[in-house]
Protein backbone atom coordinates (compact mmCIF):
# COMPACT_ATOMS: atom_id res chain seq x y z
CA UNK A 1 0.00 0.00 0.00
CA UNK A 2 1.28 3.28 -0.90
CA UNK A 3 1.88 5.86 2.12
CA UNK A 4 2.88 9.83 2.11
CA UNK A 5 1.80 12.65 4.35
CA UNK A 6 -1.18 14.58 4.79
CA UNK A 7 -0.90 18.05 2.87
CA UNK A 8 -4.20 19.86 4.41
CA UNK A 9 -7.41 18.64 5.06
CA UNK A 10 -10.71 20.60 6.05
CA UNK A 11 -13.11 18.77 8.98
CA UNK A 12 -15.76 21.56 7.84
CA UNK A 13 -15.39 20.75 4.38
CA UNK A 14 -14.86 17.10 4.55
CA UNK A 15 -12.08 16.65 2.61
CA UNK A 16 -8.20 17.14 1.57
CA UNK A 17 -5.63 15.92 0.03
CA UNK A 18 -2.56 13.31 0.57
CA UNK A 19 1.10 14.02 -0.74
CA UNK A 20 2.16 10.53 -1.56
CA UNK A 21 5.56 9.40 -1.42
CA UNK A 22 5.50 8.89 -5.23
CA UNK A 23 5.25 12.76 -5.37
CA UNK A 24 1.50 12.34 -6.65
CA UNK A 25 -1.40 14.38 -4.94
CA UNK A 26 -4.60 12.34 -3.89
CA UNK A 27 -7.49 13.19 -2.87
CA UNK A 28 -8.64 12.28 0.90
CA UNK A 29 -12.36 12.14 1.63
CA UNK A 30 -13.78 12.44 5.15
CA UNK A 31 -15.10 8.35 4.25
CA UNK A 32 -11.60 7.44 3.75
CA UNK A 33 -10.39 8.09 7.57
CA UNK A 34 -10.26 5.36 10.12
CA UNK A 35 -13.01 4.72 12.12
CA UNK A 36 -12.90 7.11 15.77
CA UNK A 37 -10.83 9.87 13.48
CA UNK A 38 -12.61 13.29 12.56
CA UNK A 39 -9.52 14.92 11.29
CA UNK A 40 -6.27 14.55 10.17
CA UNK A 41 -3.34 17.55 11.00
CA UNK A 42 -0.87 18.67 7.68
CA UNK A 43 2.26 16.15 7.71
CA UNK A 44 0.21 13.02 9.48
CA UNK A 45 1.93 10.11 7.89
CA UNK A 46 -0.63 7.59 6.61
CA UNK A 47 -0.85 4.73 4.75
CA UNK A 48 -3.79 4.38 2.13
CA UNK A 49 -5.35 2.74 -1.07
CA UNK A 50 -6.03 3.83 -4.26
CA UNK A 51 -8.65 4.06 -6.83
CA UNK A 52 -9.34 5.65 -9.38
CA UNK A 53 -12.01 8.66 -9.09
CA UNK A 54 -14.14 10.62 -11.40
CA UNK A 55 -11.41 13.52 -10.97
CA UNK A 56 -8.22 11.54 -10.44
CA UNK A 57 -6.98 9.39 -7.79
CA UNK A 58 -8.81 9.24 -4.06
CA UNK A 59 -7.76 7.51 -1.05
CA UNK A 60 -9.34 4.63 0.61
CA UNK A 61 -8.72 2.62 3.81
CA UNK A 62 -6.52 5.20 5.35
CA UNK A 63 -4.56 4.16 7.87
CA UNK A 64 -2.52 6.67 10.39
CA UNK A 65 0.92 5.59 10.86
CA UNK A 66 2.65 8.61 12.57
CA UNK A 67 1.02 11.83 13.76
CA UNK A 68 1.86 14.84 13.09
CA UNK A 69 4.59 16.59 14.88
CA UNK A 70 3.42 18.53 17.84
CA UNK A 71 4.38 22.23 17.89
CA UNK A 72 3.46 22.29 21.43
CA UNK A 73 5.54 19.68 22.95
CA UNK A 74 8.71 21.08 21.48
CA UNK A 75 7.77 24.60 22.64
CA UNK A 76 7.13 22.97 26.14
CA UNK A 77 9.95 21.03 26.42
CA UNK A 78 12.31 24.33 25.22
CA UNK A 79 10.37 26.31 28.18
CA UNK A 80 11.12 23.51 30.39
CA UNK A 81 13.02 25.00 33.43
CA UNK A 82 16.37 23.88 34.35
CA UNK A 83 16.53 20.87 36.86
CA UNK A 84 18.87 23.35 39.45
CA UNK A 85 16.03 26.22 38.82
CA UNK A 86 13.19 23.24 40.08
CA UNK A 87 14.69 21.63 42.90
CA UNK A 88 15.17 25.21 44.56
CA UNK A 89 11.39 25.72 43.55
CA UNK A 90 10.80 21.97 45.26
CA UNK A 91 12.57 22.83 48.08
CA UNK A 92 10.80 26.24 49.06
CA UNK A 93 7.45 24.42 48.31
CA UNK A 94 8.50 21.44 51.23
CA UNK A 95 8.80 24.16 53.25
CA UNK A 96 5.74 26.27 53.15
CA UNK A 97 4.36 22.85 52.93
CA UNK A 98 5.57 22.13 56.14
CA UNK A 99 4.46 24.93 58.04
CA UNK A 100 0.90 24.39 56.57
CA UNK A 101 1.63 20.96 58.12
CA UNK A 102 2.42 21.87 62.00
CA UNK A 103 -0.13 24.54 61.57
CA UNK A 104 -3.19 21.94 60.93
CA UNK A 105 -1.08 19.43 63.47
CA UNK A 106 -2.03 22.44 66.36
CA UNK A 107 -6.13 22.71 64.64
CA UNK A 108 -5.40 25.74 62.77
CA UNK A 109 -6.02 25.67 58.84
CA UNK A 110 -4.02 28.55 56.96
CA UNK A 111 -4.98 32.19 57.13
CA UNK A 112 -7.97 32.86 54.66
CA UNK A 113 -6.78 33.58 50.75
CA UNK A 114 -3.54 31.89 51.64
CA UNK A 115 -5.05 28.09 51.08
CA UNK A 116 -5.94 29.50 47.27
CA UNK A 117 -2.38 30.90 47.00
CA UNK A 118 -0.83 27.86 48.42
CA UNK A 119 -2.54 25.80 45.97
CA UNK A 120 -1.80 27.49 43.00
CA UNK A 121 1.88 27.31 43.90
CA UNK A 122 1.54 24.01 43.91
CA UNK A 123 -0.55 23.61 40.38
CA UNK A 124 2.37 26.03 38.69
CA UNK A 125 4.91 23.71 40.34
CA UNK A 126 2.87 20.51 39.16
CA UNK A 127 2.33 21.81 35.32
CA UNK A 128 6.17 22.92 35.02
CA UNK A 129 6.86 18.89 36.19
CA UNK A 130 4.38 18.14 33.92
CA UNK A 131 6.38 19.23 30.60
Do not use: C
Amino acid sequence: MPTGKVKWYDQEKGFGFISGDDGEDVFLHANALPQGVSTLGGGTRVEFGIVEGRRGAQALSVTVLEPAPSVAANRRERDRKPAEDMEVIIEDLIKLLDGVGAGLRRGRYPEKGQGKKIAQVMRRVADDLDV
